[in-house]
């Protein structure tokens, strides 16, 4: 499976990509939103802003969409998964809108909501062989708030919100399966193991 | 489910080699970047700081080449810090392999920065160190490894940073750095209830009750220290399991 890894100009893309290569995935990164349409599988990493994360993707946000919703496997990482909804409070503009519903400012004592958190167990393949007291690595300010069911695992910090989200081979984790250790890695190799049984 | 302490063992970086120094002055060598890194990992460390105390830009192909190297076999989060003093500085760091990034002196010198990054990076990704010194009743930023005073009190400053951005804190005590006697309770907790972001101790780690102090009384959110897991005195992994015996949550890796 190769996988396109979304270079939206900033940040840190070595950690994913080793990831997922430990995964078995052939990683091609890029920043041309016309190759990323055209991708086998697609990674929107979880670094940067939403504004310019969108801005870098804009020219193709259409043709992006409609790869994503035509059974591109895609997997959205924090900021990531942020837009692949409607709209965030973070920056004003439209999200891919893949996913229904908006991104909203934490509600928490302290933010950003920064270290390691327990997700609730998931029976979805996502989570396969991940142990129910795993916990994620996380580094978010804002949320997703879904207006669809597509909640697969929650997590608490000051409220209760979105640890994983998947809509058939959409799949978004609000946490750094990559900044995850052991059960980061195995998360990463069984969205490999749901995009090649989709291929 | 709760948000787990974190432990974080700081590699200070010198000439490519982790180095460790009291009171800022005096370094020895004490291993390379990359095979400590890992061995913290396998530990349980929860995330890995890398600062680099030459901070000179002389170094910086060195600390680059470090980073990198050092991130190529990561699978926590690693800040690195240390000389980084423009925008594009931190953009580096970011592009060779740091998930956040820490600056101090720069951020005192041009707190604009501290926006700048947030606004491109996203906050999550920006860490101010304040390196802060104990002057009479408060404590007084100080800058450039340690040795200039600036005339910002340390708790005001913290307060600043988050309004312009700041996702984290990266708390020194300069009076208890390398002594080993304890973290500084009263400062950190200070910085704890004057900011809404988390906020890692450091200075002054010299056994695991210090720990255990620093993350219940002083309230912080992450405990930094260097030298006891240097020179195996203690083990990450036996941190952690006395932490979880006294009810503090941490992340348990076996």
Known sequence: MKVTVVDYGVGNL????????????????????????????????????????????????????????????????????????????????????????????????????????????????LFEGIGADAQFYFANSFICSPTEKVTISETVYGERFPAAVRKGTVVGVQFHPEKSGEPGLKLLANFIRISEGSA | MALAKRIIPCLDVKDGAVVKGVRFKGLTDVGDPPSLAVKYQEQGADEIVFLDVNATLAGAETLRAAVQKTAEQLFVPLTVGGGVRTFEDVKTMLRVGADKVSINTAAVADPLLITECANAFGSQCVVVAIDAKRVGDSWLVHTHSGTRSSQL?????????????????????????????????????????????PVIASGGCGTIEHIVEVLSEGEADAALAASIFHYNELSVRDVKSLLASRGIPVRWCG
Not at chain 1, 85 to 106: D, Q
Request: hydrophobic share 35%; charged share 25%.
């Open chain 1, 14 to 125: 070595h950690s994913i990509s080793k990831g997922l290569e430990r995964a078995g995935a052939k990683i091609q990164v890029s920043s041309s939103p016309q190759e990323i349409a055209g991708a086998e599988s697609i990674v929107f990493p979880g670094v940067g802003a939403f504004g310019a994360a969108m801005e870098s993707l804009r020219p193709e946000a259409s043709s992006l969409r409609e790869a994503i919703l035509g059974e591109t496997p895609t997997l959205g990482i924090c900021l990531g998964m942020q837009i692949l909804f409607e709209t965030s409070e973070e920056s004003p503009g439209e999200g891919l809108s893949v996913l229904k519903g908006s991104v909203r400012r934490l509600k928490a004592p302290r933010v950003p909501h920064m270290g390691w958190n327990n997700v609730s167990c998931s029976s979805d393949d």
């Open chain 2, 153 to 197: 009190d340390a708790v005001e400053w913290a307060k600043e940073v988050c309004e312009r951005g700041a996702g984290e804190i990266l708390l020194t005590s300069m009076d208890c750095d390398g002594v080993k006697d304890g973290y500084d309770i009263e400062l950190t907790k200070s910085i704890v209830r004057s900011v809404s972001v």
